[in-house]
């Protein structure tokens, strides 16, 4: 009766699915100031790579990534995939989040208030995504 749920957790993804998904979660926090500049989607690219995707299929992935954040209406789509990734992977993207947020200097409330929305989704502990926002913010 249960099997169908045990079928589901089973299923594996590939590395471009959870890379893709990655991407559009990576390029809504771009656009949730509403300005969506050329310096965040080379940072998002930057960390694609970093991440294990191949540079032949980088601008493939990345307007797919696009298409899906465009079409979604919460990050729990874009969440699910990375929640079950291991530590590295996750403080990779809160990174890259971060220096994403910070990219024109500063942070607004709606862009903390996603941080902090995140950080729950994605199971991290909210001392280390301060130490990673500070250490971010400092830089800049």
Partial sequence: MFDIFKKKKEQKFND???LTKSAALLIHAA????NYTEKEKLIIKKTL?????????????YNE???IEKNSNQILD?????????????IK???????????????DMYED???????????LDKKIVGDIKQRIKNKK
């Avoid at 809160?94 to 500063?106: A, N, Q, R, V």
């Avoid at 208030?113 to 199971?123: D, S, V």
């Fill in 31 to 34: 656009k949730i100031d509403e």
């Fill in 93 to 107: 993207i809160t990174e890259t989040l971060w220096s994403i947020i910070y990219s024109d200097g500063s942070s």
């Fill in 113 to 123: 208030n996603f941080m902090r929305r995140l950080t729950g989704l994605l199971y």
């Fill in 16 to 18: 471009d699915s959870k």
């Fill in 49 to 61: 790579i970093e991440l294990g995707m191949k540079k032949d299929r980088l601008d493939k992935l």
């Fill in 78 to 90: 874009f969440t699910r995939e990375i929640k079950n990734s291991n530590d590295e992977y996750k």
């Fill in 65 to 67: 990534a696009e298409i």
